[in-house]
Each structure stands twice: as C-alpha cells, then as structure tokens.
C-alpha cells in the first residue's frame, strides 16, 4: 500500500505516512471484496437493506389495500342488506328478519332489527297479543332499554280483556303483567274490574280468597263500589261462621267497618247483640279490627306506621285512628261526635291540662295518616 502523497510503501495499519507525516484517511484502505457476487461487503449490505424496505413497504401497502377493500366491501354489504330488509318491512316479515340479521352480523347496528320487530308487534297487538308481546321483548333486548314497556303493556291488557269472560285467573296474570312494564290508568282498572270477576268465582270455593284479591284491588281503587263490595264479602264470611263462631263472626264484621258504613253491618250487629243476650252475654269487642282494648291502631304510639297500615281503611276510620292519638294523653275534642266516640272507650280519660304534647313517632304517625287522608 502506497502513501498518495508522497507515494511511498506504508503497511495497511499506519494511520500516518512514516515518510512524510500525512494522514493515512479510511478511504485507502482497501474494500474486501465478496468472492461470490465480486463485489465489496459494503455495497452488498446496502442493496440487502434497501429490498428489506422495499419487502415491508410492499406488504404494508398491500395489507392496507385489503383492510381498505374489506372495510368497504363490509360497508357496501351492510348498506345492501339493510336496504333490502327495509323494503320487506311490513310485507314479509320472515324475509325482512333475514337481510336484517346480515346486516347486524355486519355493523351492529340494531336499529333494522328493532324496526322490523316493532313493525311486527305492532300490527299484532289485538290480533295475537301474546306474539306481539314476544317481540317487543326482542326489540326492547336490541334497544338495551325499555322503550317498548308502553306497548308491551298495551298488548298484555289486550290479551287480557280477550280472556276476563272465560279464564278470570289467566286474565289476573295478564294485567298484572301489564302493570309490572306500564303502570297507566287504564292498566289499574282493568285489574279492579278483574278482581271482582275472580272475587265472584272464587266467592263460593274460597271467599278468603276473594277478600284478598278485592282489598289488593282496594288500593288502586278506593270507589265505594270497591268499598262496598268488600263489606258485602266480609259479610257473607261471617254469616256463613255465625252459627258455629259467634265471636268470629263479629271480628269479621268489625272488620267490614273499616271500608265503611253499611245499614247490613248495623243489622247483622243488632242480631247478634240480641242473641248474645238470649244466652246471658255482652256482644264482644272486636280485638282485629280496633287492636287491643278497643284502639284503632293500638301502638299507634310506639310504632311508626307506613302505607299499608294505612290503605285499606275508609275516610272515617283514618279521622278517628289520627285523634286516637290525641286522645291517648286525655285531649278534651271540641267536636261532640269524636268526643262521645272517645267518651265511649274505657282506655280514655279526659285531661284538660293537656299541652299537646307528642312524642316523635306519635308525629310522625300523625302526619302520615293525614298524608293518607289527603290522597283520598
């Protein structure tokens, strides 16, 4: 190897030129040369990285053509079902239901599925309730929420009102479905009017039965022909106890009080009182229907009440059960009927020096049966 400058022999690993002190630069050292492509080790590995990038470059275009043909093949797809299924919306429902569940398959929108069901039910809602109902529910499960209780209320009651003349139990559980996704006006008194369709078949069999369901349909509907309905019920229970069960007789007719006056429950008393007295007794007070020594609500004073304490029981009752507890602590009334009414209870003792005071559940269920008062 020759120096280039002053051209003198120098061995490869000199960096300068022994015979005149210059640089010996990396340039002159010579490339190695591969045997194989007689060309230098440089040049090989420059032309290996550049097909190494042009291989990726290549590949990542074509993914991205596939993906890019994929994404609007699925589009155009999804686009073309939906299309079709919209068309048979409303005249082939099996049909429209097959393009539809493509086209989900495809995008996830559940918007075509939803319409082709509602579309569905809607038509079906008198005609086959029961079916209408099933798919709300699929419409309802694709929506994610409850958007359709309205109509699936609507189809229950429909189905319902088909049955109340023939099958009173099936059409019970039918409205009360209806109340479960729609609670509407129309839903309670389709219920009432229920109840008394089963009251009166299961009066014979099972009156107990029929009481229950009238004091549940009591309070949806506080009408006096709810009201009365239940007297007559409770009524025709303790006559049919009378003859065997005095005393449980009269309970029961106490109980018939709280939904209110009746010129029957005034005679039924009277007859008792007088055959308790062709045997020598005093016609009993009723311990159900006053609580314990002749209360309306006997712990009216140390147990807050809530509604269903409260919500059978008739407007006259709830007066006398909120002055009940006035009349624990001896208030002297200023209306001559509470006062004789309390005058009439051997647990009352009058107090003039009274202050008004009440203890905290006493306030509590002083309001709350006026709050009961107020919905009548």
Not at 166 to 192: G, Q, R, S
Request: proline content about 2%.
């Amino acid at each position: 190897m020759k120096c280039r400058h002053c051209e003198k022999e120098i061995t490869n690993n000199d960096k300068f030129c022994v015979h005149c002190g210059a640089t010996i630069e990396k340039e002159n050292k010579p490339k190695e040369i591969n045997p194989k492509t007689n060309k230098t080790k440089t040049s090989t590995s420059k032309e290996n990285k550049r097909f190494s990038k042009g291989m990726i470059t290549g590949i990542t275009v074509l993914c991205l053509c596939v993906l890019i043909v994929g994404f609007f093949r699925t589009q155009f797809l999804s686009f073309t079902y939906t299309k079709l299924a919209q068309r048979q919306i409303g005249k082939d429902f099996d049909t429209a239901l097959k393009y539809g569940e493509k086209a989900y398959a495809l995008n996830h929108d559940s918007e075509i599925l939803e319409n082709i069901y509602v579309n569905r039910a809607t038509g079906l809602v008198n005609k086959n309730p029961e079916q209408a109902v099933k798919y709300l529910k699929k419409a309802n499960e694709y929506t994610g929420s409850a958007t359709y209780n309205p109509l699936i209320a609507k189809a229950y009651l429909s189905d319902a009102k088909e049955k109340l003349e023939y099958d009173p139990d099936d059409a019970l559980e039918l409205v009360e479905e209806a109340i479960e996704y729609d609670k509407t006006k129309e839903a309670l008194e389709l219920y009432v009017k229920v109840c008394f369709a089963k009251a009166d078949q299961d009066e014979v069999e099972d009156i107990d039965q029929s009481i229950k369901l009238m004091k549940v349909a009591f309070k949806y509907d506080k009408s006096k022909k709810v009201r009365e309905k239940l007297v007559g019920l409770y009524l025709k229970k303790a006559e049919r106890i009378y003859d065997f069960d005095m005393q449980g007789a009269i309970e029961i007719v106490n109980k018939a009080k709280l939904y209110g006056k009746s010129s029957n429950i005034d005679a039924f008393l009277a007859n008792a009182n007088k055959d308790f007295y062709n045997i020598g007794l005093e016609i009993p007070t009723s311990s159900n229907w006053v609580g314990s020594n002749e209360y309306i609500i006997y712990d009216s004073a140390q147990r807050e009440l809530n509604d269903s304490d409260l919500s059978y029981m008739y407007e006259d009752i709830l007066r006398l059960a909120r002055n009940e507890i006035f009349a624990r602590h001896g208030y002297v009334f200023k209306s001559p009927e509470l006062q004789s009414y309390f005058d009439s209870k051997t647990w009352y003792n009058k107090n003039p020096s009274y202050d008004g005071y009440l203890n905290e559940i006493e306030k509590h269920n002083i309001e709350c049966i006026k709050a009961e008062e107020e919905r009548r």
